[in-house]
T-cell receptor, first 116, second 117 residues
Framework: DTGVSQDPRHKITKRGQNVTFRCDPI?????LYWYRQTLGQGPEFLTY????????KSRLLSDRFSAERPKGSFSTLEIQRTEQGDSAMYLC??????????????FGPGTRLLVL | AQTVTQSQPEMSVQEAETVTLSCTYD???????LFWYKQPPSRQMILVIR??????QNATENRFSVNFQKAAKSFSLKISDSQLGDTAMYFC??????????????FGQGTELSVKP
């Protein structure tokens, strides 16, 4: 069990540029979640996948944001035309997607984005 | 909509002492999960403890235990024999169950705990 991994760990970009983050969940975890965390706040839900199906999207996920999980394994989160307000930590989590213990989410280290 | 409130932005405790972090939540559902996660400085979120709402028995994990009061919608975390490594931001979180189409965690604002030597 290697844990949830995210790449890159840090990203600095200029306003207006596009960025893409990757998340690799724990193997055999069917559900994958994206959250955004700003400094000093709790994480806020963005979206989640059951295998390759995107089941829920937050209203925080504007048209500039898109997430995919094409083969039900890793996932990507893309932000187009970045704005300074997008600066945050982007967290990925995964779970087995089964009732009971299987609903517990395990988090990756996050990708810290800074938009200049 | 469900909400989670942590009313203590910061707390401190002496090493080896006991500290309790508070959390209240609001929901109309009868079955759900509650979690405490720990986020050390510049490190990733780690699960501390998990409680299923239908279980009346309070969850415990070594030095960590919860006081779950379902009627009062309260879910506090007690840390016994505090250690320097317990210094972290602690988040309380709520989730509806799988059978209720659960998925997302709803987090509180966090409590920053400092353990002093």
């Amino acid at each position: 069990d290697t844990g949830v991994s995210q790449d890159p760990r840090h990203k600095i970009t200029k306003r207006g540029q596009n960025v893409t983050f990757r998340c690799d969940p724990i193997s055999e975890h069917n559900r994958l979640y994206w959250y955004r965390q700003t400094l000093g706040q709790g994480p806020e839900f963005l979206t989640y996948f059951q295998n390759e199906a995107q089941l829920e999207k937050s209203r925080l996920l504007s048209d500039r944001f898109s997430a995919e999980r094409p083969k039900g394994s890793f996932s990507t989160l893309e932000i187009q035309r970045t704005e300074q307000g997008d600066s945050a930590m982007y967290l990925c989590a995964s779970s087995r997607g089964l009732a009971g213990d299987g609903e517990t989410q395990y988090f990756g280290p996050g990708t810290r984005l800074l938009v200049l | 909509a469900q909400t989670v409130t942590q009313s203590q932005p910061e707390m401190s405790v002496q090493e080896a002492e006991t500290v309790t972090l508070s959390c209240t939540y609001d929901t109309s559902e009868s079955n759900y999960y509650l979690f405490w996660y720990k986020q050390p400085p510049s490190r990733q979120m780690i699960l501390v403890i998990r409680q299923e709402a239908y279980k009346q028995q309070n969850a415990t994990e070594n030095r960590f235990s919860v006081n779950f009061q379902k009627a009062a919608k309260s879910f506090s975390l007690k840390i016994s024999d505090s250690q320097l490594g317990d210094t972290a931001m602690y988040f309380c979180a709520f989730m509806t169950t799988f059978y209720n189409q659960g998925g997302k965690l709803i987090f509180g604002q966090g409590t920053e705990l400092s353990v002093k030597p």
